[in-house]
C-alpha cells in the first residue's frame, strides 16, 4: 500500500493514477504506407502519398507493427485478440492530413495484461505491486506543425504522419508519482527487450497522457484530468505531483474539478488547462470502411511468443536463483536491457576465460561490471552502450584477476588504460610489467627493509597499535611498485611482526 | 460522322487488329466526334493528343508484330473521378478543380496498358452524389436523348452521366464509370447503354476518389455486353495497394460468354413491384422475364423481404463515409484554399469547404456526420449497418432458389433537368432498385430493354451471386439478344 498522500487543510489525500503511454512501434516503414520513419529527416521527406492523404489513396496495413504490437501484449501476458479491426477518428487539424486518424476503438489488437513495478523502499514503494494494463490497440500518428519557420504562418512536417504507434492503456492503479514513474521505467524497459519501441523519449518515441484524480483515502474516484503528451519519466512525476497538488486546493477551496485536457509546461513543471469536456472534440469514431477485419492465425501467434526474448522479471529471478547475485545487483543489471545484454556476454566469455561455469564467476563480473567498468565508464563519460571496452576484453581483465595475475588495484589502473588506449589487458600487463609478484623472498626482503626502516613504528604496533599494519602493508606494497599479492605481503608481515 | 464512331469496343479493337482502319483513324473519329459535341457538357477536359498517342502506339505495335492488349486501338472516356498523371482530376467538385494527380489509378492504368487511350475526362455528379448529373461544379450533363417531340433537356442520370451521355452520343465506345448505390446502372438505363458493377473487390478502387469506400465500385460502361466483358477484363484484378481488393484470377468472361440460360433459374423479387413504378417499366420487366424464359431460364418467384430498408440504410451508411472520405479536403495541402485576411486554421477550413463543394456534397457531409455524432451513431450507423447485414442475407437466401435475378434497374425514364434537384428525396428514390445489389456488395448490371410510349430508353437490371459476373452478363446477353435494342438518339447538338 502506498503511504504517499497529499497534506490538505482538511485533512489527507489520496492520488489516483492511470496512464496512456504512446510509444512509437520500431519498425522501418509506417503504418499504412510504405513510407520510412527515421527520425531527423529533413521535414516532409519521408512522406507516400498515402500519408499526405492525397485523392484516391488507401490504407495498407504493415504488419511488422502488428508484430511488435503483439510481442508486447505478450510481455506483459496479456490477451492477444486475434480479431481485432480499426476505426477512424475524426477531427480537423492541420497536422492530420487525412481529417480522420486510424485507431482502435471498439475492438483493440491486446485486451487484460499487467505489468510488475518493483519494490523500492526509498521511492515509497514498500513493496511489489501489479498495475492493470486495460488494452493496447495501435493507431497512426500525426504530422507536426512547425510555428518558427514564418512571422504569420505555420509550416507542416508530415514525417510523422501515419507513424505507427501502441498506445497502452493502464488501469487507475497508481497511487504516487514514484509508482508512475516506476511504470514507466519498467514499461520503457519491456518495450526495449522485447524491441518494440526504441523508448527514447527525448526524441518522442514515447510519450505519456497522465490521468490524475484524488480522493479522501477510502472514497470512490474523483474526477479526473488528462494531461498530454509527457514526455519524460521526471516530467509524469511533476505533473501528478502538481495536479494532485491543484485538485487538492480546487476542492478544498469549495470548487470541483472539471473533466478536462491540460497541457504541462516544463519550464514552470505545472499544468494549465487547453480545453474542457464541454469543447470536447466529438471524434464520430466508425469501423474504417478501406480496411478488412484483422484476423490472426495461429502461426503468426506462435511465431510472435517464439521469438520473444527472456523479460526483465524472469532474468532477475534467474539471476538470483541460479547465478547467486544479491537480489540488488540483479534488479540494476536486469533493469535496462543493455546493461542485460552486455553482463551476459561478459558472464560467457569470463567463464570460458576462467574454464568455469558461469555460476562461479557471476559474481565477480556483477561487481565488476556495476562498480569498476561503470564508475570508470562514467569519469570518462561514457555509458555501456559506447564502452570503448568490449565484454570480451573485460572477461580477459577479469580472468587476469581470478587467476592471481594481477591484483584489483592493477586491474582498476589496466581499466583505465584499456579506456584511454582501447589495448587488450593482457598486452597492458606485459608492457607496462604489472604482473603480480607472489615470490616471498623478494616480498619478505622489501618487508624487511620497510620495517627495518620504521623500528619506531614497529615498536608502537607491538605495544598494541594495530592500526599500524595498513602502513606496513602500504609501504611494503611501495617499495614492490604495488605489483606484489597483496594476501603474500599480508602473510609475510604478520609472521615478522609475531 | 464518321462510320468509326458507330463502332463498339470488340468491333474496333479486331478491325485494328486486322488491319481494317487504323488506331489514329478511330481515335481522330473520335476526337473529333467529342470536340462537335460540347454542348453536352459530358466532357470536362479533353486529351485528343493522349488518344492519338495510345493510338500511335497501338499502331506501331501492330506494325512490329508486336502483341496487341484487350483493349487495343479503343479510345475511351475516362470518368473525372479517376486519377490521371498529368491531367486535372476534379471529382467534378470546384475544391480539387486545377488539381493534377502525380500518379495514376489502378483501373485508368490496366487500361492504357491494355492499349485503350484517353479521350477526356467525363463529367460526373460532384463527388459521384447525385442521379442527374446536375451535381458538377463543372455544369449539368446534357442527356443525348429527348422525348419525342419535345427539345427539353434531360438527365443522363448519374453519377456517371458524362460517361453515359458520351456513349449513347456515340462520342466514344466505352467509358469508365463507378457505382456507389446505381451510378453506373442508373445512367446505363437512361441511355439505352450497358453497363456493370462487378463483385465489390473485383476492381481495385485505388486512385478512384473516394466517395463511400465500402460501396464503390468502377465498372466498364459501353454499348454491349460483350463490350462490357471485354473492358471489365481489362479493369479487374489484385491490387496490394487496396485491402479490400479480391485476391482472385480474372476470368475470361468475353471468351465465355452463353447466352443460352438452360438450367439456370431467374429470381424474380416480389418486393421490387414497387407502387409509384412507371407501368412502361413494369411492362418492361414483364417483357425480360419473358426474353430469359426464352432463352432456356426457369423463372421462380422470390422474396427478398428488407428491400424498402435498403434505400435508408444506404443514405446513411453512405454520407457517413463520405463525411469522413472528404475530410481530407482542407485546403491545406491541395486543391481550394480560400484564406480571408486575419483567418486562422478553423476559419480556412470553413471558407475553404464552403467555397469549395456543391450544395449536394454539403448535404451528406452534414448528414453523414450527424449519424456518426455521439448519442446518434446507435440509432443510425449501427442500425443501418444491421439493415446492410440483414440486405446482404436476404439476397444469400434468395441464390438457394435462383442464379440470377431480374428487376429494373430505375423506377422511370430519363427525367428533365432541373425536375428533381429541389427534391433530394425524390432524387434519392431513383436508386431504389439499384442500391440492394451496392449494400450487398454484388455483380449487377444493366441492359437495354427497348423505349417508352416518349421514345427513351429504359433498362433492366440483373443481379448476381458474389464472383458470379459470368451468369450476370450471360444474363445480359440474352436479353440483348431478345431485345433487339437499335434505338439512338438522333443528333441535336
Redesign the interface.
Known sequence: MSTYRIHGATGEWEVVIGLEVHAQVTSNAKLFSGAATAFGAEPNSQVS?VD??????????NRECIRQAVRTGMAIKAQINRWSRFD?K?Y???DL????QISQLYHPLVGEGSLLIDADEKAGIPEDKVIGIERIHVEQDAGKLMHDQHPSMSY?DLNRSGVALMEIVSRPDMRSPAEAGAYVRKLRAILRYVGSCDGNMEEGSMRADVNVSVRKPGEPFGTRTETKNVNSVRFVMQTIEHEARRQVEVLEDGGTIVQETRLFDPGTGTTRSMRSKEDAH?Y???PD????PLELDQAFLDECLASLPELPDAKRQRYVEQLGLSAYNAAVLTAEVETARWFEALLLASAEAQGKPPAEVAKQAANWLLSELAGALNKAGHSLEDSPVSPERGAELLALMGKGTISGSIAKQVLETMLETGDAPGAIVEREGLKQESDTGAIEAAADAVLAANGDKVEQYRAGKQALFGFFVGQTMKAMQGKANPQVVNEVLKAKLG | MSELTQLGVKAIRDGVAAGTFTAREVAEACNEAVAAAAELNAFIVTTPERALEAAGRVDADRAAGRELGLMAGVPIGMKDL??TRGVQ?T?ASHI?EG?V???E?TVSSKLWDAGAGMLGKLNLDQFAMGSSNETSYFGNVSSPWRKRGSNAALAPGGSSGGSSAAISARLCPAATGTDTGGSIRQPAALTGICGIKPTYGRCS??????F???LDQAGPMARSVEDCAIMLEAMAGFD?????SLDMPVPNWSGALEASLAGKRVGIPREYRMEGTDPAILKSWDDGIAWLKDAGAEIVDISLPHTQYALPAYYIIAP??A??N???Y?G???GLRDLPAGAN??DM?AATRAAGFGDEVKRRVLIG?YV???GF?DAY?TQAQKVRALVARDFQEAWAKCDVILAPTTPNAAFPLGEKLDDPLAMYLNDVFSVPASLAGLPAMSVPAGLDADGLPLGLQIIGKPFDEQGVLNAGLAIEQRAGFTAKPERWW
Open positions: 502519398l499526405a492523404a492525397m485523392p484516391g489513396m488507401l490504407p495498407v496495413l477512424r475524426n480537423f487539424y492541420a492530413p487525412q481529417g480522420y507542416v466529438d464520430r469514431y466508425f470502411p478501406d480496411l478488412l | 479517376f486519377a482530376t471529382a480539387l488539381f494527380p502525380q500518379y489509378s478502387r485505388w486512385g478512384i476518389v473516394a463511400a469506400s465500402s496490394p495497394k487496396d485491402s479490400t457517413a463515409e463525411s469522413s472528404l475530410a481530407r482542407d491545406v495541402r491541395y486554421l478553423q477550413y456526420t456518426l455524432s455521439a451513431y450507423y
